[in-house]
């Protein structure tokens, strides 16, 4: 049976979420959270495949992005924030509980409501980012990166420098991706390619280079039709020129709250409930196929499950059978009672 895909609002005193909705309305629910600089569109092909398995099918407008509020202060793209957005979206459906499933910056949010809201998770899922107790914050990634591809001497922070450029020239870099919208969804979204991996990514010259972007914007690419097509294009320039680049690079601002949100943790930050990891193999920022990216993941979850897709950082939209096969493997073998409602 196939269902539509639906556009529905929630609005609340504190916030708006646009999101999609796929699937029977009873379906056991399956809450996925895009990352940067994306949208709900990013899951267009696991909503209408995970609603045939009977799945209730949910993906959000991130806060500052899409049909979704925004605002104008670092401060309120928090994750505590957002979580909030999260648990409201989850009330409005009148729901209990979900099983959570993130992508890049979504992958935080689904972490932090498993590890703060383990009430109200069933399971959780994350693409290419690995679950960091203590916060997924500079703090705590740069000592885990690979020595091996990155030298000291020579690359600091490692691929993560691109980081310290929004710390360090925020304006900078909101102005080098809104330079030419389309030219930078275009740059941005490109399939994984074998043969970088074990060399540099591009976001450890970040600030050598004046941005990720570069002063001007990024030069005109071909679109890669492997991760979007035409529409796809169309949509993701018309959402971020409404929107504009403050929002979604204002994730990036909170490493501090974000540190200071994961000491209130409880449990230690343990995570009891079934957790699927799916690693992108071609994925050289959050590279976690031979970093030790992935090692506090492993020591603080109970019931892990990890799956290498062959695939850069763009999986969903890149490899959607490879990652619909690992989510549909996962649910029926390790939360079968849920699935079967």
């Known amino acids: 049976m196939t269902f539509p895909v639906t556009e529905h609002t929630l ?15 009873s379906g056991p629910l399956l809450v996925f959270c895009h990352g940067w600089p994306e949208l709900s569109l990013s899951w267009r ?4 495949a995970m609603a045939a398995l009977g799945f209730r099918c949910i993906a959000p407008d991130m806060r500052g992005y899409g049909r979704s509020s925004t605002y104008t202060r670092h401060e309120d793209f928090a994750q505590e924030q957002i979580v909030g957005d999260m648990i409201e979206l989850l009330a409005s459906l009148g729901r209990d509980k979900a099983v959570w499933i993130g992508h890049d910056w979504g992958s935080p949010v689904v972490w932090n409501i498993a590890a703060h809201h383990a009430d109200k998770t069933v399971g959780v899922a994350s693409l290419c980012v690995p679950y960091l107790a203590e916060g997924f914050t500079l703090e705590n990634i740069v000592p885990l990166v690979d020595r091996k591809t990155y030298p000291e001497a020579e690359f600091p922070v490692g691929q993560w420098d691109y980081q310290f450029f929004y710390q360090e020239s925020f304006d900078q ?11 930078t969804v275009k740059a941005l979204f490109r399939k994984g390619d074998p043969k970088s991996v074990g060399k540099p990514s591009r976001t450890a010259f970040a600030r050598k280079n004046g941005g990720m972007a570069g002063p001007n914007g990024f030069p005109d690419v071909p679109r890669d039709g492997a991760v979007i097509t035409e529409q796809d294009l169309d949509a993701y320039t018309a959402a971020l020129t ?6 979604p690079d204002s994730w990036y601002m909170n ?9 209130r943790v409880p449990n230690g930050g343990r995570l009891a409930m079934p957790v699927l990891f799916l690693h992108g193999a071609y994925d050289v920022t959050c590279e976690t196929m031979t970093s030790r990216l992935p090692e506090p993941m492993r020591r ?3 019931d892990l499950t990890e799956v ?6 763009w999986m969903a939209q890149e490899q959607p059978v490879a990652v619909n096969a690992a ?3 996962w649910l029926a073998t390790k939360l079968p009672h849920y699935w079967q409602g």
């Open 45 to 48: 092909h696991q909503l209408p």
């Open 242 to 247: 409404r929107n504009g680049f403050f929002g």
């Open 300 to 302: 603080d979850c109970a």
């Open 173 to 183: 870099a909101c102005k080098g991706f809104e330079a030419n919208i389309r030219n």
């Open 255 to 263: 490493h501090k709250a974000n540190a200071a949100y994961a000491k």
């Open 327 to 329: 989510l549909a493997k």
């Open 11 to 25: 609005k609340t005193g504190r916030h708006t979420t646009g999101y999609l909705a796929c699937g029977p309305e």
């Open 308 to 313: 290498v897709v062959h695939s850069g950082h």
